[in-house]
């Protein structure tokens, strides 16, 4: 950074301009300089400057330096900026040719200066700065394009070249309309009308998709004089978007059948049938709402089922997450975008509202929505029309929307992450979906389902569980939900050789778990007193035989193991106590 105390100032001597001629002589004789101030100017003398007196040394220096302005020293404000450096530098007369006098921070006079050298203290300042400019150019990973007033490109950093296959040398000192259409280039666009772009989608070539930062750059006189752009290339994203496409069947686990969409949600409690109920009781209205649950609990496979039982299930069932895509391109991705705008081509891509045409809209992780996009979707929800990016004319569209997120979006209302108005479209009817931990009793009965679903994708027989394995899936937390367990069980069926999974299939995190409950169960004396031995009473074997079962949630397989007696017989027991 630019320091005035840093350029080569000359101390001098502060003579007063009542003094005589004689007494500034003899300071500049003895070699040193001197600097007289009056109202009006200031004068700096060296000893270069003894000519000047040779004819008489009569009189004051006032009256000898009166009427002789060309003597005169121009004075340089205090200044640490670049820019407002350049704008003093512009207020020196171009016939100056004495010394500069350097003004310090408080007002006072530091010294003088050559010209010479303070415009080689500029110069080597501004060189200073466009090296920190070209590494910075260089450094990032976006591609940096920077045109002057008539569109002459004046940096194009490597990834520029990599993206667009044009070398520094072709393009650098011309015109950027010989390698691109004018009317595509958003840097000239913000040339003209001088406002910055933040995360915008923009196709400067047709096969090109970037997401565009571009700011306007001023002069000291706030003129536009060249603008800056960072295009972050997208084109990889939206081509594996356009092939796997949104508009999809959903999975036949996820649809369940065609009688009841709703027989694929497994489920025996009051938490998940409540769930289901309301579920069954939205599908065939058109209203949209909100599903809420953790990651993994199965809100995709609630909208993917809801929408199968709703008069839409012959229509698109299309599904945005709006966490996993860039903000720039969720507003495409959501509202479309119209070709031919500025390339003249006419092509373009309907976003997911007008893509769901008649059918579902399924907006995963709602609260990752960027707050101008809430707005967007709020004013297309209210009006059923959206317009795409580059058009004019709005599109009617018929879509239902499903909304889904794993956050209290109550909380982020009052601290206002998310807006009001869309928050209470959505919220006409909230259905929450509890974690597996506290559905335990559908363990057993998931982990079948899945066990068997992987066992034919890997074309291997369905193994059995180890009871020390239910045991262990009882008693684990599930932070990851249906998700977790399904993962695990796919685990367990790649690495499973035998007919059983054992607990050495397990995740490391599952088998700690379990050791941490056994270590706890021992503690709690439930091992001591496990044994069904005869001297217990018909009363306490039942309620041992209930305790089990509690504790394992009706796998008889793991209660029999807790309790220490074979699987045969645990049933004989439980048929003779007539316990279901």
């Not at 035998?498 to 021992?522: C, F, K, N, V, Y």
């Not at 397989?557 to 220490?564: D, E, N, R, V, W």
Request: net charge negative.
């Amino acid at each position: 950074m630019f320091k005035i105390e840093q350029l080569p100032i000359h101390s001098f001597e502060i003579v007063r301009p009542q003094a005589g001629l004689g007494e500034l002589v003899d300071l500049l004789g003895r070699g040193l300089d001197a600097c007289v101030t009056t109202d009006a100017r200031s004068y700096v003398f060296t000893p270069k400057d003894l000519c000047y007196f040779q004819d008489s040394l009569t009189g004051t220096i006032s009256e000898y330096i009166t009427g002789k302005t060309h003597l005169a020293s121009f004075i340089l404000p205090y200044t640490n900026d670049l820019r407002a450096l350049n704008a003093a530098l512009a207020e020196i007369p171009d016939d100056v040719s004495r010394l500069i006098i350097v003004q310090g921070e408080n007002g006072e006079l530091l010294g003088s200066c050559p010209l010479g050298s303070l415009v080689r203290a500029a110069l080597t300042e501004l060189a200073r700065l466009d090296a920190y400019f070209a590494t910075l150019a260089e450094t990032v990973t976006d591609a940096v394009t920077v045109v002057d007033r008539s569109g002459t490109v004046i940096c194009w950093n490597g990834n520029a070249e990599e993206i667009y296959g044009i070398p520094k040398e072709d393009i650098l000192g011309r015109r950027i309309g010989e390698h691109f259409d004018p009317e595509a280039l958003m840097v000239l666009r913000i040339l003209d009308e001088g406002r910055m772009l933040r995360g915008a989608y923009h196709r400067p070539r047709p096969d090109t998709h970037v997401l565009i930062n571009a700011s306007p750059i001023y002069d000291m006189n706030g003129r536009i004089i060249a603008s800056i752009a960072t295009e972050q290339d997208i084109t990889h994203l939206v081509k594996l978007n356009d092939e796997l496409t949104n508009v999809q069947p959903a999975p036949a686990e996820l649809a369940g059948s065609s009688d009841d969409p709703f027989g694929g949600i497994k489920g025996k409690g009051s938490a998940i049938n409540k769930a289901i109920g309301l579920a069954r009781k939205v599908a065939g209205a058109s209203a949209p709402f909100l599903l809420v649950g953790e990651s993994g609990t199965g809100k995709e496979q609630f909208a993917t089922a809801i929408h199968h039982a709703s008069p839409r299930a012959d229509q698109p069932f299309v599904i945005v997450n709006c966490g996993s895509i860039p903000p720039g391109l969720l507003d495409i991705e959501l509202f479309g975008y119209q070709g031919g705008t500025f390339s003249g081509q006419d092509t373009g891509k309907a976003g997911a509202l007008e893509a769901a045409a008649g059918g579902t809209l399924f907006l995963n992780e709602i609260d990752k929505l960027p707050v101008e996009i809430q707005a967007k979707l709020y004013q297309a929800m209210q009006t059923r029309l959206v317009t795409r990016s580059g058009a004019e004319t709005p599109v009617r569209i018929e879509a239902r929307v499903i909304a889904a997120t794993d956050q209290q979006l109550a909380d982020m209302v009052a601290a206002r992450a998310f807006r009001d108005d869309l928050y209470y479209a959505f919220n006409i009817v909230s259905i929450a979906i509890p974690p597996l931990r506290e559905r335990k009793e559908d363990i057993p009965s998931m982990s079948q389902l899945y066990v068997r679903d992987y066992a034919l994708q890997y074309q291997k027989p369905i193994p059995a569980f180890d009871p020390g394995v239910m045991v262990a899936f009882m008693s684990y937390q599930w932070p990851g939900n249906l998700r977790e367990l399904r993962n695990v069980i796919e685990r367990c069926i790649i690495l499973c050789d035998g007919e059983r999974i054992t607990m050495d299939l397990l995740p490391e995190a599952l088998q700690r778990d379990q050791l941490q409950h056994d270590a706890s169960d021992e503690e709690s004396g439930f091992y001591e007193r496990k044994a069904l031995k005869p001297a217990l009473t018909q009363e306490d074997e039942i309620a041992l035989i209930e305790e089990a079962l509690g504790k394992t949630f009706g796998n008889k397989s793991a209660a029999a193991k807790l309790l220490g007696i074979s699987r045969g017989t645990l049933y004989n027991k439980m048929k003779e106590f007539h316990l279901s």
